[in-house]
């Protein structure tokens, strides 16, 4: 039976092992992605919720998120 060296069967094998290794990473960090993803846009629903509900008791305002403070956003017209 013909066989290759033993060194270029060992590059082989180190070659594959380290193709599947990163393979597996990847799968991992598109499924973390996926995930992060989804977290990412409950936050975005959640701060939406927060801003409605800022608006139907203060009205339309800047908030300085360091203070708490706020001040009203007056419209184009001044109002």
Do not use: C, P, R
């Amino acid at each position: 039976m013909l066989k290759i060296k033993q060194e270029q069967l060992d590059a082989i094998n180190s070659q594959h092992a380290e193709s599947s290794s990163i393979f597996n990473q990847l799968g991992w960090l598109e499924a973390k992605k996926h995930e992060l993803l989804h977290k990412f846009a409950k936050v975005n629903a959640d701060m939406e919720d927060t801003k409605k509900d800022l608006e139907s008791e203060y009205g339309q305002v800047n908030v300085n998120l360091e203070t708490g403070e706020y001040t009203k956003i007056e419209d184009e017209q001044g109002n």
